[in-house]
């Protein structure tokens, strides 16, 4: 049973360039949720996808978007990228949109020089 | 909106001895409270959860005991062995609503042999 997949794992961009991370959920999710985890913090809350639609968003700026397919995988984009948008990016599925027991993936580690 | 705070940011035990890491929260509405644990390089990886209708949990060595009317939850590791060495992370959400888990900022738990 294949768990929580994330590409790439390491990237690194420099300012100003946008970048396009990924996510398959686990078999039999149909909930991707996007986190973003700061250097020693704790992941904090970017969006979640639901039958391809953005059903959740949390306090980030419009530069962060995503995307949902019909096998539920997901994307995340962002754009005009920020120093400060150097971060671990996770992927966590889930069952439903309902946001219990979310399983998350290795993350992307995005460096923005 | 929901705030939840973890205590201690770090700890050091000896093999064999028990770790207790304390969190609370601001939203009485909260009524889901899962733990991760998050291993360098990876991503967090659900341990044990407990939801308000129940006071406390186990899974073999590790335990959770949740407080409603304090609104704090606790994590329990009895006989720690070094491989519970990590960074945990408590959680809260509102499940039955449209919040996202708040995360605290993380414990990172040193099991010394």
């Known amino acids: 049973d294949a768990g929580v997949t994330q590409s790439p794992t390491h990237l690194i961009k420099t300012r100003g360039q946008q970048v396009t991370l990924r996510c398959s959920p686990k078999?039999?999710?149909?909930?991707v949720s996007w986190y973003q985890q700061a250097l020693g913090q704790g992941p904090q809350f970017i969006f979640q996808?639901?039958?391809?639609?953005?059903?959740q968003r949390g306090n980030f700026p419009d530069r962060f978007s995503g995307h949902q397919f019909p096998n539920y995988s997901s994307e995340l984009n962002v754009n005009a990228l920020l120093l400060g948008d150097s971060a671990l990016y996770l992927c966590?599925?889930?069952?439903?949109?309902?946001?219990?027991?979310?399983?998350f993936g290795p993350g992307t580690r995005l460096l923005v020089l | 909106g929901e705030n939840v705070e973890q205590h201690p940011s770090t700890l050091s035990v000896q093999e064999g001895d028990s770790a207790v890491i304390k969190c609370t929260y601001s939203?009485?509405?909260?009524?889901?409270f899962p733990w991760y644990k998050q291993e360098l390089g990876k991503g967090p990886q659900l341990i044990i959860d407990?939801?308000?209708?129940?006071g406390e949990k186990k899974d073999q060595r590790i335990a959770v005991t949740l407080n409603k009317t304090a609104k704090h939850f606790s994590l329990h590791i009895t006989e720690t062995q070094p491989e519970d060495s990590a960074v945990y992370f408590c959680?809260?959400?509102?499940?039955?609503?449209?919040?996202?888990?708040?995360f605290g900022k993380g414990t990172r738990l040193s099991v010394i042999a």
């Open positions: 966590a599925s889930s069952s439903g949109p309902t946001q219990e027991t979310q399983y």
């Open positions: 078999s039999g999710h149909d909930t």
């Open positions: 996808y639901y039958e391809e639609e953005e059903r």
């Open positions: 939203d009485s509405a909260s009524n889901y």
């Open positions: 407990i939801r308000s209708n129940v």
């Open positions: 959680a809260a959400s509102r499940n039955s609503g449209n919040t996202p888990l708040v």
